[in-house]
């Protein structure tokens, strides 16, 4: 009997039917606050459905474009590059007598100033040399031509009205004597072209990006002296070159390209250039070509940036006539625009031509109203909108 009454009441001595009914009261009251919470704004939505009767029109901001003539301009990034470097070495043996303080990593050097010079005195004695074998090539063909005169006229004395003949005259050993002479002026040119590589220079402006020489130091080719023939490396100032990749349709906006004009600028400062080539072949990986400026001749080649430098480049376009120019807001996917027409949505897809800085130029069409600028959420075609002016600086 004890166990039977353990059974139907709990422990503490309440039924355990109260603990059921207090349960079920606790999940009634949360139904009733749930359907509560949601009741208010279903109410307020029926209310506002009941009284206004339409759907609110969204608002739209729009521009009013005007047609009107507009230059491209394609706005890239690139870097300063060189055709090529020149490597400083010596035609002549001998020990470097001079250097140019300007001969040194970031120097400049003008056209045909030396900055190298090397010990003459050795090429200046084998000019010497050269020298007197030609005064002594000299006066062996006059001593022939001497003999040789004599010759013919002891000859003519003996032989009235007959011809001289050559070996009368000497001839062989004349022309043997002038042959000689020959040689050695070309001799005295050689020893004397010898002496002027003595003194080093370039024939234009160049930058110095690399020297190793010291005074003291012994020179000459590279088959005499090897790695050591290696002075310096230096870069012709008109060599400086600005590579910047382009897409092929900014490149198509421009053609042609070649000629045109643009601004290029870096740390060391902006600088006017012009388009001097383009690359003959579309790169494999990003489907870009390249367009190669040269900097316009009139800017100090000391002022110029230095190879590697960064660069942003702004190059001018074809001038387009009956164009609109669009925020850059305006477009939409796939380069599409909303234009509000009678009050609702319209799309348009106009041709794009290209940018300017005042944004987007397109070809003029059939605005309507406006041009949408900026997303709409849930834009569709023949959405009604509300219009909206955009202020001035939009």
């Not at 090529?84 to 003008?110: K, L, M, Q, Y």
């Not at 190059?315 to 909303?338: C, I, K, M, T, Y």
């Amino acid at each position: 009997m004890a166990q039977e009454g353990e059974s139907s009441t709990g422990r503490s001595g309440r039924p355990r039917w109260l603990g059921y009914a207090q349960l079920a009261l606790i999940l009634a009251a949360i139904g009733v606050a749930l359907y509560f919470a949601q009741a208010p704004s279903q109410v307020e939505w029926d209310a506002i459905s009941d009284v206004a009767g339409d759907p609110v029109k969204p608002t739209v901001t729009v521009v009013k474009p005007a047609p009107t003539e507009q230059a491209l301009t394609v706005h890239l990034m690139g870097g300063v590059t060189l055709h090529g470097n020149v490597r400083v070495t010596s035609e002549v043996e001998g020990r470097v007598a001079w250097v140019s303080p300007n001969f040194r990593n970031g120097g400049s050097i003008a056209a045909n100033e030396t900055f190298i010079r090397i010990d003459p005195a050795e090429h200046e004695l084998q000019r010497d040399v050269a020298a007197a074998a030609v005064s002594e090539a000299e006066a062996r063909v006059q001593v022939e031509r001497a003999l040789g005169a004599e010759s013919a006229a002891a000859f003519a004395r003996e032989n009235p009205g007959a011809e001289v003949p050559g070996r009368v005259r000497r001839a062989p050993q004349i022309a043997q004597a002038e042959a000689a002479l020959m040689k050695a002026q070309a001799e005295l040119k050689l020893a004397q072209l010898q002496l002027e590589r003595t003194e080093i220079s370039l024939p234009y402006d160049s930058r110095v990006a690399a020297a190793d020489i010291e005074v003291g130091q012994f020179v000459g080719p590279a088959e005499l002296v090897g790695r050591a023939a290696n002075l310096g490396t230096v870069y012709r100032t008109d060599a400086l070159q600005v590579r910047a990749p382009i897409g092929q349709d900014d490149l198509a906006s421009l053609a042609p390209a070649i000629g045109r004009a643009a601004t290029v600028r870096t740390a060391a400062g902006t600088f006017t250039a012009t388009v001097e080539r383009t690359s003959a072949a579309i790169a494999p990986k990003t489907r870009l070509a390249t367009l190669f400026l040269r900097f316009a001749e009139d800017q100090p080649a000391d002022t110029l940036p230095l190879p590697g430098s960064f660069a942003e480049v702004s190059v001018a376009g074809p001038v387009h006539d009956n164009v609109f120019v669009l925020p850059e807001a305006a477009l939409q996917d796939r380069d599409s625009v909303w234009v509000v027409d009678g009050g609702a949505l319209k799309a348009v897809a106009p041709r794009l031509l290209g940018h300017a800085d005042g944004g987007v130029v397109v070809e003029a069409f059939d605005a309507g109203d406006g041009v949408v600028v900026g997303s709409l959420p849930a834009a569709r075609e023949g959405l009604a909108v509300e219009a909206s002016a955009a202020p001035a600086s939009e």
